[in-house]
């Protein structure tokens, strides 16, 4: 421990003094090889000594490389002989744009207010006759020399598409071949960029399966080593940037001596005991034509999904009780752009309480393309009991395969909701038994009849009818009184008294006449009887009671066109009581019972026709 | 005769004029059924308002207005429209139905004490009829009662003499009972002393100022009884005796 803290106070001393006499920065470019291809890559690397905390490197800017991967950065401390040397060593892999000679311009480093440049660096880019060898196969008849002869560039790295034309949204698969002889391992350094894509890296399998393959009169192995599954969002050229494999590439031995020869080259070009190097290849850049979707007959319900697909719905319970929760799933699932599905709300009727779906996206990569499924679930809670109609739902989609748009759906529910106990029993607190037993129920329907509108907050009394009527019966009340009044005073005589008067009058004296038949009936009784009836024709006919006998009553009845047989009546009957009258011995025979009653009759037949 | 002929015409004519319904309000009426019956609920309320909205009104009509309103869950307007259509329509079982269900869903369930039984007998005879009803009734009461009155007095049919008296004495006494009995109406159709809260929560106040006390929550649905008015605040009766002043906007009048 303390000899550690020494130890580090040394260094710390040492680095110091270092620092103090030092403070010369030395930086310098370099590159692997001066000589290249054009597809070759190269690396460029800066190194910066004499300091200990070194100075941010920018990149190389050369309009005729192209960055391809970097920065790596070493750093190393030497210490020879007491003296302490640091040095950082920042490089990047850079690839030329074309042929020529090329000189990658001096880069510029500022440290503690000065700027340090490095030399520029020239390089000198071949055309190389294995140059298409990372993106295309190699011209035919030109058979590379070097990979023949076993150089290291015979590996080549081949993107393929399965086409260059593709709709928007549509899956492309990328496969990213490399085609080599002898590689032992090899490493991705760079997928390919897409700009313009959604991209996917499906999985590949750590062993890739080896093929051979020939091409151009060339055996190559050949192994699929990494696939990606893009799905355009733009419309349009779009480019899918070159992926940079690094291979260890087995360096068949360069001294051939003359055991090589004896034991046939066999022995010796075992990759166990031959050298390695690293040769970094990369894929050419594939332009790709992407296409709007058709216009013609895209459904309302698109939504941009593209690939094949089905959709299945799922629901939990069939019949359920009011306010508990329902399980509604739907699941669409294929091969496509998964990750762009989005569904339409279930169209559910507002009893019906819908909570946020809850959204599953399940996708899977391992079998050579996108698939995968979607799933939405929803809570719904009925509020209402009776027959719940759950909707079918339709989901659009755009197959490239056969270039339509089809459209699916699933199959609608009913879920019948019967009415919850639990509501019941805590809302009939305070109900009535009538009001519990309506709790089920549903409102009546309309009335389709109107029989008659009124102005609103008219009443009948506003109505003209109600007024002419009753204006009427009072006009009649008023008339009848009025009318009264002017016949009384017309007729203010004894007459019209005498008419109004003669039932009253001859009632009551027949009724006094009553009582002598219960009692005693005298002499008087006739004489009264006749009076009663003379007197009820006189006041109804206003005749003057003095002279008036049977033959003037006769008389006057017949002049008023009475009924001859009961004016006979009458007549006879005032006879006959004028003989019991006038003659004596009469009364004993009499019965006075009848004659009362035969005199009720006639007066009362006669006040029907006088 | 001839008189009475002329009349009965000139009534008729007139009773026919009035009760002819205008061809638009009718085609509106089916309409609002139509779209009931399609349940598209808003449409339906939107032709029944209008019909309201040009003057008239009718029993079926509010009646109908008020399942609409029920429909869409807005059971405020629905309790409104029901007893609207009870004042026009009393005695119709629909109404009293669906407004005794629409009541379920009142949060403030205040239960008004069951009415003396000879009252509520009374209240049902009044029920029997509507106003029209009872206004015809009254009509040909009176009628009889002057006429018999009128032919007692001054014409001297000497078979009738006796049965006319009765009669118009009758008649007489029934038609002044019918006329309390329409003037009761009256009274009740067109001076409506209660209303409903259409708003969802309305606190009632002690005074008729926003920011007084606070006295109690009255809710959608709820019915009372209106105590005084003014411009903008209507002081309220809850059936159990409690009082306070909510703003006019949040109720409406039966």
Same mark, same amino acid.
């Given at each position: 421990?303390?000899?550690?803290?020494?130890?580090?106070?040394?260094?710390?001393?040492?680095?110091?003094?270092?620092? =103090?006499?030092?403070?010369?920065?030395?930086?310098?470019?370099?590159?692997?090889?001066?000589?290249?291809?054009?597809?070759?890559?190269?690396?460029?690397?800066?190194?910066?000594?004499?300091?200990?905390?070194?100075?941010?490197?920018?990149?190389? &800017?050369?309009?005729?490389?192209?960055?391809?991967?970097?920065?790596?950065?070493?750093?190393?401390?030497?210490?020879?002989?007491?003296?302490?040397?640091?040095?950082?060593?920042?490089?990047?892999?850079?690839?030329?744009?074309?042929?020529?000679?090329?000189?990658?311009?001096?880069?510029?480093?500022?440290?503690?207010?000065?700027?340090?440049?490095?030399?520029?660096?020239?390089?000198?880019?071949?055309?190389?006759?294995?140059?298409?060898?990372?993106?295309?196969?190699?011209?035919?008849?030109?058979?590379?020399?070097?990979?023949?002869?076993?150089?290291?560039?015979?590996?080549?790295?081949?993107?393929?598409?399965?086409?260059?034309?593709?709709?928007?949204?549509?899956?492309?698969?990328?496969?990213?071949?490399?085609?080599?002889?002898?590689?032992?391992?090899?490493?991705?350094?760079?997928?390919?960029?897409?700009?313009?894509?959604?991209?996917?890296?499906?999985?590949?399998?750590?062993?890739?399966?080896?093929?051979?393959?020939?091409?151009?009169?060339?055996?190559?192995?050949?192994?699929?080593?990494?696939?990606?599954?893009?799905? =355009?969002?733009?419309?349009?050229?779009?480019?899918?940037?070159?992926?940079?494999?690094?291979?260890?590439?087995?360096?068949?031995?360069?001294?051939?001596?003359?055991?090589?020869?004896?034991?046939?080259?066999?022995?010796?070009?075992?990759?166990?005991?031959?050298?390695?190097?690293?040769?970094?290849?990369?894929?050419?850049?594939?332009?790709?034509?992407?296409?709007?979707?058709?216009?013609?007959?895209?459904?309302?319900?698109?939504?941009?999904?593209?690939?094949?697909?089905?959709?299945?719905s799922k629901i939990d319970t069939l019949q359920i009780k009011q306010d508990q929760a329902l399980t509604?799933?739907?699941?669409?699932?294929?091969?496509?752009?998964?990750?762009?599905?989005?569904?339409?709300?279930?169209?559910?009727?507002?009893?019906?309480?819908?909570?946020?779906?809850?959204?599953?996206?399940?996708?899977?990569?391992?079998?050579?393309?996108?698939?995968?499924?979607?799933?939405?679930?929803?809570?719904?809670?009925?509020?209402?009991?009776?027959?719940?109609?759950?909707?079918?739902?339709?989901?659009?989609?755009?197959?490239?395969?056969?270039?339509?748009?089809?459209?699916?759906?699933?199959?609608?529910?009913?879920?019948?909701?019967?009415?919850?106990?639990?509501?019941?029993?805590?809302?009939?607190?305070?109900?009535?038994?009538?009001?519990?037993?309506?709790?089920?129920?549903?409102?009546?329907?309309?009335?389709?009849?109107?029989?008659?509108?009124?102005?609103?907050?008219?009443?009948?009394?506003?109505?003209?009818?109600?007024?002419?009527?009753?204006?009427?019966?009072?006009?009649?009340?008023?008339?009848?009184?009025?009318?009264?009044?002017?016949?009384?005073?017309?007729?203010?005589?004894?007459?019209?008294?005498?008419?109004?008067?003669?039932?009253?009058?001859?009632?009551?004296?027949?009724?006094?006449?009553?009582?002598?038949?219960?009692?005693?009936?005298?002499?008087?009784?006739? =004489?009264?009887?006749?009076?009663?009836?003379?007197?009820y024709i006189a006041d109804r006919l206003g005749l003057p009671l003095a002279g008036l006998g049977p033959?003037?009553?006769?008389?006057?009845?017949?002049?008023?066109?009475?009924?001859?047989?009961?004016?006979?009546?009458?007549?006879?009957?005032?006879?006959?009581?004028? &003989?019991?009258?006038?003659?004596?011995?009469?009364?004993?025979?009499?019965?006075?019972?009848?004659?009362?009653?035969?005199?009720? &009759?006639?007066?009362?037949?006669?006040?029907?026709?006088? | 005769?001839?008189?009475?002929?002329?009349?009965?015409?000139?009534?008729?004519?007139?009773?026919?004029?009035?009760?002819?319904?205008?061809?638009?309000?009718?085609?509106?009426?089916?309409?609002?059924?139509?779209?009931?019956?399609?349940?598209?609920?808003?449409?339906?309320?939107?032709?029944?308002?209008?019909?309201?909205?040009?003057?008239?009104?009718?029993?079926?009509?509010?009646?109908?207005?008020?399942n609409a309103y029920y429909r869409v869950n807005n059971i405020g307007h629905a309790i409104l429209n029901?007893?609207?259509?009870?004042?026009?329509?009393?005695?119709?079982?629909?109404?009293?139905?669906?407004?005794?269900?629409?009541?379920?869903?009142?949060?403030?369930?205040?239960?008004?004490?069951?009415?003396?039984?000879?009252?509520?007998?009374?209240?049902?005879?009044?029920?029997?009829?509507?106003?029209?009803?009872?206004?015809?009734?009254?009509?040909?009461?009176?009628?009889? @009662?002057?006429?018999?009155? @009128?032919?007692?007095?001054?014409?001297?049919?000497?078979?009738?003499?006796?049965?006319?008296?009765?009669?118009?004495?009758?008649?007489?006494?029934?038609?002044?009972?019918?006329?309390?009995?329409?003037?009761?109406?009256?009274?009740?159709?067109?001076?409506?002393?209660?209303?409903?809260?259409?708003?969802? @929560?309305?606190?009632?106040?002690?005074?008729?100022?926003?920011?007084?006390?606070?006295?109690?929550?009255?809710?959608?649905?709820?019915?009372?009884?209106?105590?005084?008015?003014?411009?903008?605040?209507?002081?309220?009766?809850?059936?159990?005796?409690?009082?306070?002043?909510?703003?006019?906007?949040?109720?409406?009048?039966?």
């Amino acid at each position: 421990m303390n000899r550690l803290k020494i130890f580090s106070w040394l260094f710390f001393l040492q680095l110091f003094c270092l620092n =103090a006499h030092g403070q010369d920065l030395r930086v310098s470019a370099s590159v692997n090889k001066n000589n290249i291809t054009d597809k070759d890559v190269l690396i460029f690397s800066v190194t910066i000594e004499g300091v200990r905390d070194f100075p941010e490197v920018p990149p190389p &800017e050369s309009p005729d490389f192209v960055l391809i991967s970097g920065p790596s950065q070493s750093s190393s401390i030497q210490i020879i002989n007491g003296q302490m040397n640091a040095s950082k060593t920042v490089s990047w892999q850079i690839a030329p744009t074309r042929t020529g000679q090329l000189t990658i311009n001096p880069i510029s480093i500022k440290y503690r207010g000065k700027i340090y440049s490095t030399e520029p660096v020239h390089v000198n880019v071949t055309t190389s006759a294995s140059s298409q060898s990372r993106s295309t196969p190699p011209p035919s008849g030109t058979p590379d020399k070097q990979a023949t002869t076993g150089g290291s560039e015979e590996v080549f790295l081949k993107a393929v598409v399965p086409k260059t034309t593709v709709y928007k949204g549509e899956e492309l698969i990328v496969s990213f071949d490399l085609y080599f002889k002898n590689v032992r391992t090899f490493g991705r350094k760079k997928l390919p960029d897409a700009q313009g894509f959604w991209r996917e890296e499906l999985e590949a399998p750590t062993q890739p399966a080896i093929t051979n393959e020939t091409v151009d009169g060339i055996a190559y192995r050949k192994a699929t080593i990494q696939q990606i599954a893009l799905f =355009a969002t733009t419309t349009g050229e779009l480019t899918i940037d070159p992926m940079v494999v690094d291979c260890e590439v087995i360096q068949p031995s360069q001294r051939r001596s003359i055991f090589d020869d004896f034991f046939g080259g066999s022995f010796f070009d075992d990759p166990m005991f031959s050298k390695t190097k690293i040769v970094t290849v990369q894929s050419a850049p594939i332009k790709i034509r992407v296409k709007p979707l058709p216009e013609s007959g895209q459904p309302t319900s698109f939504n941009g999904a593209v690939g094949q697909f089905k959709i299945e719905s799922k629901i939990d319970t069939l019949q359920i009780k009011q306010d508990q929760a329902l399980t509604l799933q739907y699941k669409i699932s294929g091969n496509g752009n998964i990750n762009s599905i989005k569904l339409p709300p279930p169209d559910l009727p507002n009893s019906v309480e819908v909570f946020d779906p809850k959204i599953e996206k399940k996708i899977d990569k391992s079998s050579g393309s996108v698939r995968g499924s979607v799933t939405y679930e929803y809570v719904l809670i009925p509020r209402r009991q009776g027959l719940l109609t759950i909707p079918a739902l339709w989901f659009s989609y755009f197959d490239p395969q056969t270039e339509t748009y089809r459209t699916i759906s699933t199959s609608s529910f009913k879920v019948k909701v019967v009415g919850s106990e639990d509501l019941l029993s805590g809302r009939s607190v305070g109900l009535s038994k009538t009001e519990v037993s309506l709790l089920g129920q549903d409102i009546r329907f309309i009335m389709r009849e109107n029989p008659t509108w009124r102005k609103s907050g008219q009443t009948v009394f506003s109505e003209f009818w109600f007024w002419l009527i009753n204006g009427f019966s009072m006009l009649v009340l008023i008339g009848a009184i009025t009318l009264r009044w002017w016949t009384e005073k017309m007729e203010s005589n004894l007459n019209f008294a005498r008419r109004r008067q003669a039932w009253s009058k001859c009632q009551s004296r027949l009724r006094v006449l009553q009582k002598m038949v219960d009692s005693a009936v005298d002499e008087d009784f006739y =004489a009264q009887l006749s009076q009663a009836v003379i007197g009820y024709i006189a006041d109804r006919l206003g005749l003057p009671l003095a002279g008036l006998g049977p033959k003037e009553i006769e008389q006057e009845l017949s002049r008023r066109a009475i009924d001859s047989e009961l004016a006979t009546k009458t007549v006879k009957l005032l006879e006959k009581l004028d &003989e019991i009258r006038f003659l004596p011995g009469m009364t004993a025979k009499q019965d006075p019972k009848e004659l009362l009653s035969a005199s009720r &009759e006639i007066v009362s037949a006669l006040s029907k026709v006088i | 005769m001839n008189l009475l002929r002329t009349l009965v015409l000139i009534i008729s004519l007139t009773v026919g004029l009035l009760a002819e319904n205008p061809a638009e309000l009718d085609s509106l009426f089916e309409q609002g059924n139509r779209a009931y019956q399609e349940e598209n609920y808003p449409e339906a309320i939107r032709f029944y308002e209008s019909i309201i909205a040009r003057g008239y009104e009718s029993g079926p009509l509010y009646f109908n207005l008020g399942n609409a309103y029920y429909r869409v869950n807005n059971i405020g307007h629905a309790i409104l429209n029901y007893e609207r259509a009870a004042r026009l329509i009393p005695n119709d079982p629909n109404v009293a139905f669906n407004l005794q269900l629409a009541n379920l869903s009142v949060k403030d369930r205040v239960e008004a004490p069951p009415p003396f039984f000879l009252f509520r007998w009374y209240q049902n005879f009044l029920n029997l009829l509507n106003m029209r009803g009872w206004a015809v009734i009254f009509s040909v009461l009176l009628l009889i @009662a002057t006429g018999s009155f @009128a032919v007692w007095l001054n014409l001297d049919v000497r078979r009738l003499r006796h049965g006319l008296k009765s009669l118009f004495i009758s008649s007489g006494v029934l038609s002044v009972i019918v006329a309390l009995i329409l003037f009761q109406q009256y009274r009740t159709q067109t001076a409506s002393h209660f209303g409903i809260v259409l708003s969802e @929560a309305v606190s009632s106040l002690s005074a008729p100022q926003a920011g007084s006390t606070e006295l109690f929550i009255v809710h959608e649905g709820t019915k009372f009884k209106i105590l005084d008015a003014d411009e903008n605040w209507i002081k309220i009766e809850l059936i159990d005796g409690k009082q306070g002043w909510v703003p006019g906007t949040d109720v409406a009048k039966i």
